[in-house]
């Protein structure tokens, strides 16, 4: 039997509004907003170029049930490019782009078909190998039954059959609930590739034959962490290669940054942009999350001198805005920073600070206090005891004040 060549990807969430992006330059923000556009037009070049047999797309094309005009127009675009090279698309709206929705629609060209609300198959010839699709779309929002049980049994095993669905596994909370499904379900219909949705995590539940999960096609915010993008699949009915195809414009990430023994800021700012410098080679653009670990007692000192705030806004200064851009959304601590340590390094400085002073130094230190013409009947003359007292009493006062007692 011959082999088809196929694309499969699912939830583009087309004009995703990016909200909580606050602080980034305005036209970096324009940036990020379009950049699901950006990775949709990576998606139809790379098809345009190797020409696969036909693309599948598992739901959530647009990010809301009311798509704008302008979406919609760029999305028809790429599905007459599609045209043009002869290759057929098909459609099952999701949760987020469900049948409900209220928008001006645009006709689609005649190579796209859209599954209805009802499981339905499709058939079609590539290169005398009949294939079956089977699918369905979100009628509203939330689709709660078990719709796997609508599927009909591959029973032609001389026919490829392909399954598309927008849903959860069963008992998987970590995205909303819907069209769930079991792994065992899916494999009961005896299909030969799964093409699912809804999942923003990349992941294949099963290998023979595969159940896949191709995640969205651009992150939206720093939870969808990592290259984003589609796959290219090669099958027939004993084999199946899978071959993704990054799209990602803007990568979210988060950038691990060992810490231990860093005394000085330039030490520190130094290490940050060699940190985002290879992250720029391995990714191109992108948002990042910089975590700091490894803090010793030297690095949790030098962090305790300014806020987290300003430690940010610094390095943000200092990142050569050289394209690609990455933006540091936000600087975290591995462990949180413990006052007691940061404050016993300190301690140490000032205690030896302190211990190296003589008598004259002390004098001039308390001068204000010991020439207060006022003040002065109320203390005693300044001895060698007398300044063992203040010591003392300083190095207690520095203490307390370090760990935030009264």
């Given at each position: 039997m011959s082999t088809i060549r196929f694309i499969h990807t699912a939830d583009l969430h087309l004009d995703s509004p990016f909200k909580g992006m606050t602080g980034l330059p305005t036209d970096r923000l324009n940036n990020l907003r379009d950049s699901t556009f950006a990775a949709f037009t990576k998606l139809i070049e790379h098809a345009v170029k190797t020409k696969p047999d036909f693309m599948l797309i598992a739901g959530d094309i647009y990010d809301g049930e009311d798509r704008s005009l302008r979406t919609q127009m760029k999305f028809r675009e790429g599905m007459v490019k599609l045209a043009a090279v002869g290759i057929p698309v098909f459609i099952s709206h999701g949760n987020h782009d469900h049948l409900s929705g209220r928008w001006t629609r645009f006709d689609l060209p005649s190579n796209v078909y859209v599954f209805d609300e009802h499981v339905e198959t499709v058939r079609l010839t590539v290169d005398g190998q009949e294939v079956l699709i089977s699918g369905f779309s979100y009628k509203e929002r939330h689709i709660r039954d078990k719709v796997i049980d609508r599927y009909p049994l591959a029973e032609d095993q001389d026919v490829i059959h392909i399954g598309m669905l927008h849903g959860s596994l069963a008992g998987d909370e970590t995205h909303a609930v819907y069209a769930p499904f079991t792994k065992n379900e899916l494999l009961a219909k005896w299909y030969d590739y799964w093409a699912l949705g809804h999942i923003h995590v990349r992941q294949q539940l099963h290998e023979s034959p595969p159940i896949v999960y191709p995640g969205n096609l651009q992150g939206r915010h720093r939870n969808e962490r990592g290259t984003k993008g589609f796959y290219e699949v090669e099958l027939s009915k004993t084999t199946a290669s899978l071959?993704?195809?990054?799209?990602?414009?803007?990568?979210?990430?988060?950038?691990?940054?060992?810490?231990?023994?860093?005394?000085?800021?330039?030490?520190?700012?130094?290490?940050?942009?060699?940190?985002?410098?290879?992250?720029?080679?391995?990714?191109?653009?992108?948002?990042?999350?910089?975590?700091?670990?490894?803090?010793?007692?030297?690095?949790?000192?030098?962090?305790?001198?300014?806020?987290?705030?300003?430690?940010?806004?610094?390095?943000?200064?200092?990142?050569?805005?050289?394209?690609?851009y990455v933006w540091v959304q936000k600087i975290t601590f591995a462990t949180q920073l413990n006052p007691s340590i940061a404050s016993s390094a300190l301690m140490q400085s000032v205690a030896g600070m302190i211990d190296g002073w003589t008598t004259e130094d002390w004098k001039d230190v308390l001068k204000d206090v010991y020439q207060h013409a006022r003040g002065v009947k109320y203390l005693d003359v300044l001895t060698a005891d007398e300044i063992d007292e203040v010591k003392a009493g300083a190095t207690a006062l520095l203490a307390a004040e370090m760990s935030g007692m009264e």
């Open positions: 071959h993704f195809i990054p799209a990602s414009a803007i990568v979210f990430d988060r950038l691990e940054l060992p810490c231990a023994g860093m005394s000085h800021a330039n030490e520190w700012l130094t290490a940050c942009s060699e940190v985002l410098e290879l992250f720029k080679e391995h990714n191109g653009a992108g948002i990042v999350e910089l975590l700091l670990t490894d803090i010793d007692s030297e690095a949790a000192n030098l962090f305790s001198q300014s806020s987290e705030g300003e430690w940010l806004e610094v390095l943000r200064d200092y990142v050569d805005e050289s394209e690609p």
